[in-house]
């Protein structure tokens, strides 16, 4: 597909200026003519590389951006403005530029008479399935603004999740990245100035050897027998590390890899109720959120399927859409998952489907849940901290006690 930048005017007079996507000029037209725009001109966009600013080409559409969107277009919608008005003046102010970009285009595929989800739908790499769903139900209903509320505060709400967990994450990973640090100093020195430190491991070990004595200790053993297999073959390590995460990413990315590493996710002690905690709100949440808006429920559990995020919860959903559209109801399908779907929401939805109160009791699984998950990373670096440290001073001890142990019996 091909894009041409046009100027055309509408049916009432109005100049309108915009980008197109068409196999050819001739189809090109031929959209623009069933829009009822009159073509004042029509040039193909130059999609070189290097046509534009380098930091543009750079620059990525982040959720911050759609999250920014939807609670202005809420706003402004709320307050009477026009809907291609609202988007012009989106897109005037948008600081990133392939967000304003879209944002354009968006506009002008409204103004020539697209609808809003029908514009959106056209950018499914910015705009996930949820998000268009839900736009287009609030077109139905007439209640675009609240839609768009609602999607700002979920969107705002699983970007924090998902910060908080990443947050938990970085003390961990900051210890093991100082572990390995001093391994890689302490094996194979630090080569580069100011310091220039040697290898001080090995030429230890060296001396150790020379001395000859007959029996080493154990921690002695096993730090030559470490030396040995880092420095004298550290490129097969090296190779199978390689070797290994290139297996794993890709093994990773097929249905029963996914499967299995969605399942490894749920079963981890320490993080196995802070992830099915997140995973339970998420789920949740956007089917709350999808109901409310009106969404048909088969249509909200296959969108909800979608962006779970786990394939373990995903084939949850997929099973209840099918059971669903035979007669079946959501809590019988979710009672027989109760390794992963805890009792509790099978019986509040009981309740839901009783007073036909979805969408409220959804809701309160949702904050309770991400309450829940949310008091667990907040002391997740509390309880990584203890393990973190005991390994480290084991690693510690087998190092000292590794050089100083033969220094004894020399000195001895």
């Avoid at 309880?383 to 100083?404: A, D, Y």
């Amino acid at each position: 597909m091909a894009k041409f930048i046009y100027q055309a005017r509408s049916q009432h007079g109005n100049l309108t200026r915009g980008v197109i996507e068409a196999h050819n000029e001739s189809e090109a037209v031929s959209i623009l003519h069933q829009n009822g725009l009159t073509i004042l001109s029509l040039e193909a966009k130059d999609r070189g590389v290097l046509s534009g600013n380098i930091s543009d080409f750079f620059a990525r559409i982040t959720r911050k951006d759609v999250v920014f969107f939807a609670r202005q277009l809420a706003t402004l919608i709320d307050a009477d403005v026009p809907l291609v008005s609202a988007l012009n003046t989106l897109a005037e102010q948008a600081t990133n530029p392939p967000f304003k970009k879209v944002l354009k285009e968006i506009s002008t595929m409204v103004d020539a008479g697209s609808s809003l989800s029908g514009a959106l739908s056209k950018y499914s790499d910015v705009f996930s399935n949820f998000f268009i769903s839900l736009v287009k139900s609030g077109e139905t209903s007439g209640k675009l603004h609240q839609v768009f509320n609602h999607l700002a505060d979920y969107l705002e709400k699983q970007a924090e999740i998902r910060s908080r967990v990443m947050g938990a994450l970085i003390y961990p990973m900051v210890l093991l990245v100082a572990v390995v640090g001093v391994f890689i100093v302490l094996f194979f020195g630090f080569p580069f100035p100011p310091l220039n430190l040697p290898p001080i491991i090995p030429q230890i070990l060296i001396i150790l050897e020379e001395t000859g004595i007959k029996e080493l200790p154990f921690a002695t053993t096993l730090l030559v027998a470490a030396n040995k297999l880092l420095t004298q073959f550290w490129y097969v390590w090296l190779g199978m590390a390689v070797g290994l995460g290139a297996w794993a990413s890709q093994y990773i990315k097929t249905k029963r890899g996914r499967e299995t590493y969605d399942k490894l996710k749920l079963q981890i002690p320490f993080f196995k109720k802070a992830t099915q905690g997140v995973y339970l709100a998420r789920l949740s949440e956007t089917l709350s959120t999808l109901v409310k808006a009106g969404v048909p429920i088969l249509d909200a559990l296959k969108i909800t399927s979608d962006v779970v995020g786990n394939k373990i919860y995903q084939d949850i959903l997929m099973e209840a859409k099918d059971e669903v559209s035979r007669g079946f109801r959501i809590s019988e399908i979710f009672s027989r998952h109760r390794d992963v779907i805890p009792p509790i929401i099978t019986q509040m939805l009981i309740i839901g489907e009783k007073t036909g109160k979805m969408d409220f009791i959804l809701e309160h699984i949702s904050k309770f849940y991400s309450n829940e998950a949310d008091a667990i990373i907040r002391n997740m670096p509390s309880l990584i901290e203890p393990i973190v440290i005991l390994f480290f001073g084991l690693v510690v001890f087998i190092i000292v006690s590794g050089v100083l142990l033969p220094l004894f019996s020399i000195i001895g």
